[in-house]
């Protein structure tokens, strides 16, 4: 099977804290935000081997924050496919500071219509489609 992978860099800033987000108290790098960045290494780590008309989302996330980074640090996020079951795609990802890693988890996404999805999602309202 032909690795598939993405990785992203960021820089930590106060509205990415647990403080900011309101998903703590503290001045550091908030789960919510690790979670969003796991989200879309992995969508970008299969984006080319989707057809036009089709897109994946996010069902389950299963997330270890095993570490605290301050506002400031360099964080890299890093998504590998590990299986891919029909629609289903599994990934393995990580995130890591300069001490190393900060989270870890595995990432389910599946394979939607993207047209029949939000007609779903916003019912028959044109408008919102």
Same mark, same amino acid.
């Given at each position: ?12 800033? &106060?509205?990415? /804290?647990?403080?900011?987000? =309101?998903?703590?108290?503290?001045? #550091?790098?908030? $789960? !919510? *935000?690790? %979670? ?15 057809? &036009?008309?089709? /897109?994946?989302?996010?069902? =389950?996330?299963?997330?270890?924050? #095993?570490?605290? $980074? !301050? *506002?400031? %640090? ?36 599946? %394979? ?18």
């Amino acid at each position: 099977m032909i690795e598939h992978m993405a990785t992203r860099e960021y820089v930590v800033t &106060e509205e990415m /804290t647990a403080q900011a987000v =309101r998903s703590g108290s503290l001045r #550091v790098l908030a $789960t !919510p *935000v690790i %979670a969003a960045w796991m989200e879309e290494a992995s969508t970008e780590a299969i984006r080319s081997l989707l057809p &036009e008309g089709i /897109t994946t989302v996010g069902t =389950r996330l299963e997330l270890d924050h #095993v570490s605290p $980074t !301050p *506002v400031g %640090a360099r964080v890299r996020v890093e998504s590998r496919l590990v299986k891919t079951e029909g629609r289903k795609y599994t990934f393995e990802v990580t995130a890591e500071d300069e001490n190393g890693i900060c989270a870890k988890g595995t990432h389910i996404r599946y %394979a939607v219509k993207i047209e029949p999805f939000l007609k779903k999602a916003y019912g028959t309202k044109e408008e919102t489609v």
